[in-house]
C-alpha cells in the first residue's frame, strides 16, 4: 500500500479498480446506445435499475460480511423466507403492508443473527454455516406455503414501492440510495467499519488489538440479514406477488458484484463504492444484452440469448478482473522491489 | 483508500448523466415500419419453446415483421416481468406472452397496455384484462381433464394414482394440478391421488422421485407428469422398476422426447398440440391484432397457413390437444 | 486418543433412519426400487468423493455441477454421432480434465481464491452450455443404457466403478505421497513447502482430478437412461459439498477421510425418500436438509472446543 504514493499519480489512478470499472461501464454505455435499440431511453435508465436493485441491496451488506473474511449464501433464500412471511402477514392476519415490512426486515435481521451465532460463538466457518441456512431458508418458506401458495393483491399505495417514480427516478432507488449512504458511513467512516477491516486482515492481531472480533463481525451478518428483508418487501412490491422462490440465486449475483468491485475474498480490503460500480457493470451488461436485436451470435439474435451471454460475460468479466488484480500487484511488487534495492544501495540524504 | 469519497459522488454523477442523456435520445424511438413482436415463453432451454419459436419464426418471415424471443433461464419469479418491462421502454408494438405466474406478470402486461402496446398471451393465459386475445391450444382446465380423464382410460378408473410436477411453486402446472384434483373428484371417485412430487424440471429428478412412489405406494396404478421432462423419467423409473405396462406413465411432453418409451409399452399417452402450429399461430394473431386487422367480437380468424380458426369471445382456438400413442407416434418429428 | 469420530456419528445417524424405514415402511428394502436409488445416487457419490479431495487440500469448487453438465453433453454428442462408447468417455475425461485445469492454474498457479475462480468459472460453462445447446434433451443411440449391458449387470458396473474408486482413493491418499501431500498443504501449505512439497503442482493436481471425477460421474449418470439432459448438474455442487462436509470433512482443510463421504451423502440423498415412505409432504425436505448440515458443522464445533479444552 505505501509503495504506491511513490508511484506517478496517473498510474496510481490506472491501476485503482474503481477506474477500470467506471471505465468497464463507460464501454458498456458506449456499446449498447450504438447497438442496442433504445438503451438510453429514460424509461430503460430506469428499468436498469428497478430490475436490479434488490441484487445492488444484497452486494452492499455481502462486502463487509466479505470485509471480515466470511461469505453469506443465504441471503437470496432470506429473501424468500422474508417474502412469505411478510405476504402472510398482509394476506392472512390483516397487517398493513409498513408494518409487515418492518416485520419482515426484522425477521431477516433475527436470520442474520441466527448466522452471526453460529459463525462468531460457535467458531464455525461461515461458508458452510451459511449453505446450511441457504437450504433451511428456502426450505421453511417452502414449508410455510406449502409449496404452492402465494399472496398476491397488496394495495396499490405498497406496489407504488416498486412501480411509481419519485421526483423522476424508480421509488426504489431512494432507498438504495438511503441505504447505500449508511452502508457507507458505517464501513468507511465508523470504528466499526474499520474494525472489519482490521478482523478480515488479520483476527488474531485484531483481537489483540482491542477489537470485539465476534461482536462486530456477527453486526455484519446482522445487518445483512435485515437488508435482505428489505430487498424481499421491495421485490414483492415490484412484483405484486410474494411467494416461496423469490430471490433465488442472489446471493451469487451479489458476490459477483461485490468481487468484482475490487473486494478481496479473502477480507480485509475492499470498498463499498467498488462494490457499486461492480453492481452498475453487470446490471448495464444484463440489461443491454438484451437490446441489441439486429446482431446475430450462434445464428441467434443477441437479445434472444440475452440472459446466456450476460452470464458468460460476468464470468469471463469476472476472471479477468482477477487476473488483472493479481499481474498489477507482481508488477507493484517489483517495481518496489527495484526501488527498495536502489534505495538500500544508495541511501538518499533525507531532507 | 482516500480516493473513496471522491468515486462516490462521481458514480452519482455517472448516473444522473445517463438519465439526463437518457431523456434527449428517447425521441428517437418507435421509428420503426416494421412490426416488431415481443414473444415471451414461460422458460427458455426446453424443447417445448424452441419448437413454439420455429412456428413463430415462420410466422415472422410470412409476415415480415421482427421477432424477439427472450425469457427466463430459470426459475427466478420476477424475470418474466423484466423481460416485459424492457420490450416496453424497447418499443415493441405487441407482445405475446405465456404466462408462469398469472398474478405476478399481470403486472407487467398492463404497463404495457397503458404505454399503448398490445398484448396477446398464449400458451397460459394471463388474467383477463391484462391482454386483448388469448391464443387458446388448450385451456388450464382442458388440460387437467384431459390428463385426468386419458389416466382413468388407462386405469379402468380405479385405483392411486401420483403426480409429478415441476417445482411445487410453478403457478401454472399448480392450476392443472387444481384441475386434475377437481375431475378426479368430480367424476373418478375410485381414484385417489396420493402425492404431488417436484422435479425441478429434471428428468433424472423425476426418476429418482417415481422410484420412491412406486416403492412407498405398492399399489400405485399410474403416474401423471405435468412437466415435459417428467415424463422419461417417470417411464424410465418405471422401466427400471420391471412394472412397465402395470404402472402406466402419461403426461405433457414432445414426441421426440418420449418415442422410445411409448413404442417399448412403458410409457401409454403423451398429451400435446401441435407445438409449432402455436408458436405460428400466435405471432399470426399478435400481428393481426397490432395492425387492427382482429378486433374484440370477432368469430373467426384466418391464420395463414393454418385456414380459418374459430373465436369464441376472446380465446383464439387451436384446435384441441392430441394424445399421442404407440399407433400415431410415428407420424411426428418434433 | 479419539480422533475423527464424526463419520459414526453420521453413520449412526443413517443407520436409525434406515431402521425407521424398516419398521414403517419395509416396501423400502424390496431389491429392486434400492438398486435403482442406490444407482442413482453413485454419480453424485464420485463427485462428493472429487470435492472431498479439493477441500481437504483447503479448497472449493463450486464448478463441479457445470463441468458434470458439460462432461455428459460431450460424452452424449460423442455418443451420438455413432461413435463407440470407449471414444464418448475419453472425451468426456478430456473436457473435465481441461476443465479442471484451467481451475488449476487459476488457483494455484495465479494464487486466485477458489470460491470466486470457481464461481465464474461455474456461471462461465453452464451459460455456455445453454446458450449451445437451448436444453434440448438428446436421444442416445441404443447400446450406450447400462453399457449395453443388461439392467442388473449395468447397475452392478456403476456400482462396483464407485466402490472401487472409493477404496482406490482412500488408499492413495493413505499410501502415496501425493496423497499425503494433499493433506499437508489442506493442512499448513507453507509448512508443505518447507518439507519439501510443491503446494502448487499438489493444487493443481487436485483441481484435475476433480475434473476427471466429474466426467466419470457425468458418464456413469449418462448411462443410466437412454437420454441426457444439459441441466443434468444443476445443483451438484451444493449436493456434494454438503454431503462431504457432514461426513466430517473439515471445511478448513487438512482433516477428514473419504470413507466419510459415504455416510455423509447417504444421509442427505435419503431426506427425500425417507419423508415419501413415511407419507410426509415434500415441501420439509430443503429445511430438514439445511438443519442436518447445521447439526453437523454444529456437531463438530462442540467436539473440538471440548478437545481444545482437554488438551
Redesign the interface.
Same mark, same amino acid.
Given at each position: 500500500m505505501s509503495q504506491s504514493t511513490n508511484q506517478p499519480k496517473w498510474t496510481a489512478l490506472l491501476a485503482k479498480h474503481e477506474t477500470v470499472l467506471l471505465a468497464v461501464i463507460l464501454v458498456e454505455i458506449l456499446l449498447f446506445q450504438n447497438l442496442g435499440r433504445n438503451f438510453l431511453a429514460e424509461s430503460n435508465v430506469s428499468n436498469i435499475f428497478r430490475h436490479s436493485v434488490e441484487i445492488g441491496l444484497l452486494a452492499l451488506v455481502m462486502t463487509p460480511v466479505i470485509l471480515t473474511g466470511g461469505i453469506d449464501l443465504s441471503l437470496g433464500s432470506m429473501m424468500g423466507l422474508c417474502a412469505v412471511v411478510f405476504g402472510l402477514l398482509v394476506k392472512q392476519f390483516d397487517v398493513s403492508p409498513w408494518l409487515a415490512a418492518v416485520a419482515a426486515i426484522s425477521l431477516g435481521a433475527f436470520g442474520g443473527m441466527g448466522n452471526a451465532f453460529l459463525i462468531t460463538r460457535m467458531n464455525l466457518p461461515p461458508l458452510i454455516v451459511t449453505l446450511g441456512t441457504f437450504s433451511l431458508f428456502r426450505g421453511l418458506a417452502e414449508a410455510l406455503t406449502k409449496g404452492s401458495e402465494a399472496y398476491s393483491g397488496f394495495p396499490q399505495g405498497f406496489l407504488n414501492l416498486g412501480n411509481a417514480n419519485v421526483l423522476g427516478l424508480p421509488a426504489q432507488l431512494w432507498v438504495f440510495f438511503f441505504i447505500t449512504l449508511l452502508v457507507w458511513v458505517l464501513v468507511h467512516r465508523t470504528v466499526w467499519g474499520r474494525s472489519l477491516q482490521a478482523i478480515g486482515f488479520a483476527p488474531q492481531g485484531a483481537r489483540y488489538a482491542g477489537i470485539s472480533v465476534g461482536r462486530n463481525t456477527g453486526m455484519a451478518y446482522v445487518l445483512a440479514g435485515a437488508i435482505a428483508g428489505l430487498a424481499a418487501v421491495i421485490l414483492v412490491a415490484r412484483l405484486g406477488e410474494a411467494r416461496a422462490n423469490i430471490g433465488i440465486g442472489y446471493e451469487l449475483l451479489a458476490i459477483t458484484a461485490v468481487v468484482l468491485g475490487g473486494t478481496s475474498i479473502f477480507g480485509g480490503s475492499g470498498s463499498i463504492s467498488g462494490t457499486l460500480l461492480g453492481y452498475v457493470a453487470i446490471a448495464i451488461l444484463n440489461n443491454g444484452l438484451s437490446r441489441i436485436t439486429a446482431h446475430q451470435i450462434f445464428d441467434q439474435p443477441v437479445s434472444s440469448v440475452a440472459r446466456e451471454l450476460s452470464g458468460m460475460l460476468t464470468g469471463l468479466l469476472l476472471l479477468l478482473a482477477l487476473a488483472a488484480g493479481v499481474l498489477l500487484k507482481s508488477l507493484a511488487t517489483r517495481r518496489a522491489r527495484r526501488q527498495s534495492l536502489i534505495t538500500t544501495t544508495n541511501p538518499t540524504p533525507s531532507t | 483508500m482516500k480516493t473513496i469519497p471522491r468515486v462516490l459522488p462521481l458514480f452519482l454523477t455517472c448516473i444522473a448523466a445517463v438519465s439526463m442523456v437518457g431523456c434527449k435520445s428517447q425521441t428517437s424511438s418507435g421509428g420503426g415500419e416494421k412490426l416488431t413482436i415481443g414473444l415471451l415463453p414461460k422458460s427458455k432451454g426446453n424443447q417445448y419453446f424452441v419448437t413454439c419459436e420455429k412456428g413463430a419464426r415462420l410466422a415472422a418471415a410470412d409476415l415480415g415483421a421482427e421477432l424477439l424471443f427472450d425469457g427466463p433461464t430459470n426459475t427466478d419469479p420476477a424475470k418474466q416481468n423484466e423481460i416485459v418491462e424492457n420490450w416496453i421502454s424497447l418499443g415493441v408494438d405487441v407482445i405475446a406472452a405465456a404466462c408462469e405466474n398469472k398474478d405476478g406478470i399481470s403486472t407487467a402486461l398492463k404497463k404495457a397496455q397503458q404505454a399503448g402496446i398490445k398484448v396477446v398471451t398464449y400458451d397460459a393465459d394471463a388474467q383477463p384484462d391484462a391482454r386483448s386475445f388469448f391464443v387458446n391450444q388448450a385451456t388450464e382446465q382442458g388440460i387437467g381433464d384431459q390428463l385426468m380423464d386419458t389416466a382413468a382410460a388407462l386405469t379402468g378408473g380405479e385405483g392411486e394414482f401420483a403426480i409429478i410436477t415441476a417445482t411445487l411453486t410453478a403457478a401454472n402446472t399448480n392450476e392443472w394440478i387444481k384441475y386434475i384434483k377437481e375431475r378426479q373428484a368430480a367424476k373418478y371417485p375410485n381414484m385417489k391421488l396420493v402425492e404431488v412430487k417436484p422435479c425441478d424440471d429434471q428428468k433424472d429428478k423425476a426418476q429418482q422421485e417415481t422410484t420412491n412412489l412406486l416403492s412407498a405406494y405398492p399399489n400405485l396404478k399410474a403416474v401423471i407428469a405435468v412437466c415435459s421432462p417428467g415424463v422419461p423419467g417417470a417411464a424410465e423409473a418405471v422401466k427400471q422398476a420391471g412394472k412397465a405396462g402395470q404402472v402406466k406413465v402419461l403426461g405433457l411432453g414432445l414426441p421426440s422426447e418420449n418415442k422410445a418409451y411409448v413404442k417399448e409399452g412403458v410409457t401409454q399417452a403423451v398429451v400435446l398440440w401441435k407445438v409449432e402450429d402455436l408458436g405460428y399461430l400466435t405471432v399470426q394473431v399478435a400481428a393481426a391484432v397490432a395492425q387492427g386487422k382482429l378486433q374484440a367480437g370477432a368469430t373467426e380468424f384466418d391464420a395463414g397457413k393454418l385456414g380459418k380458426l374459430e373465436i369464441q369471445g376472446d380465446n383464439v382456438l387451436l384446435g384441441k390437444p392430441f394424445v399421442f400413442t404407440k399407433e400415431n407416434i410415428d407420424q411426428f418429428d418434433f | 486418543m479419539k480422533k475423527y469420530s464424526r463419520e459414526w456419528s453420521v453413520a449412526a445417524a443413517f443407520g436409525l433412519l434406515m431402521l425407521s424405514l424398516l419398521i414403517v415402511?419395509p416396501?423400502?428394502f424390496?431389491w429392486?426400487? +434400492?438398486l435403482?436409488?442406490v444407482t442413482?445416487q453413485m454419480p453424485a457419490m464420485v463427485v462428493a468423493l472429487g470435492v472431498a479431495l479439493v477441500i481437504i487440500s483447503r479448497q472449493?469448487d463450486i464448478s463441479i455441477g457445470a463441468q458434470f453438465s458439460m462432461c455428459a453433453v460431450i460424452a452424449g454428442l460423442v455418443a451420438a454421432s455413432g461413435l463407440p462408447l470407449g471414444v464418448a468417455i475419453l472425451a468426456a475425461i478430456a473436457c473435465g480434465a481441461l476443465m479442471g485445469a484451467l481451475n488449476g492454474l487459476?488457483v494455484a498457479y +495465479?494464487?486466485?481464491?477458489s470460491?470466486?475462480?470457481t464461481?465464474? *468459472?461455474?456461471? *462461465?460453462w453452464?451459460?455456455?452450455l445453454?446458450?449451445?445447446q437451448?436444453?434440448?434433451?438428446l436421444?442416445l443411440p441404443e447400446g450406450i443404457q447400462w453399457f449395453g449391458q443388461s439392467?442388473a449387470q449395468g447397475q452392478a458396473i456403476v456400482i462396483g466403478a464407485t466402490a472401487l474408486l472409493l477404496i482406490l482413493l482412500s488408499w492413495l491418499m493413505k499410501n502415496i505421497a501425493a496423497g499425503r501431500a494433499i493433506y499437508a498443504v489442506g493442512s499448513d501449505a507453507e509448512a508443505a513447502r518447507l518439507a519439501g512439497i510443491n503446494p502448487q503442482r499438489t493444487t493443481f493436481g487436485v483441481f484435475v482430478s476433480m475434473g476427471v471425477l466429474a466426467a466419470l460421474a457425468a458418464v456413469m449418470?449418462l448411462v443410466?437412461?437412454?437420454?441426457i #439432459?444439459?441441466?443434468?448438474g444443476?445443483?451438484m455442487e451444493?449436493k456434494a459439498?454438503?454431503a462431504a462436509?457432514v461426513g466430517g470433512i473439515a471445511?478448513?482443510g487438512g482433516r477428514g477421510t473419504l470413507w466419510g463421504v459415504l455416510p455423509g451423502l447417504l444421509l442427505l440423498a435419503n431426506v427425500?425418500?425417507a419423508l *415419501?415412505?413415511f407419507?410426509q409432504?415434500?415441501?420439509?425436505?430443503?429445511?430438514? #436438509?439445511? +438443519?442436518v448440515?447445521?447439526l453437523a458443522?454444529?456437531a463438530?464445533?462442540?467436539n473440538?472446543?471440548k478437545q481444545s479444552k482437554n488438551g
Open positions: - | - | 415402511a416396501h423400502f424390496h429392486q426400487p +434400492l435403482s436409488r442413482s472449493i487459476l +495465479l494464487g486466485l481464491p470460491i470466486v475462480v464461481l465464474a *468459472t461455474m456461471v *462461465t453452464q451459460e455456455a445453454r446458450l449451445w437451448q436444453g434440448r434433451l436421444n439392467q449418470n443410466q437412461s437412454p437420454q #439432459q444439459p441441466s443434468c444443476d445443483g451444493l459439498i454438503a462436509v471445511i478448513r427425500n425418500p *415419501t415412505h407419507h409432504p415434500p415441501y420439509w425436505e430443503k429445511a430438514i #436438509q439445511g +438443519l448440515i447445521i458443522v454444529v463438530d464445533g462442540w473440538q472446543k
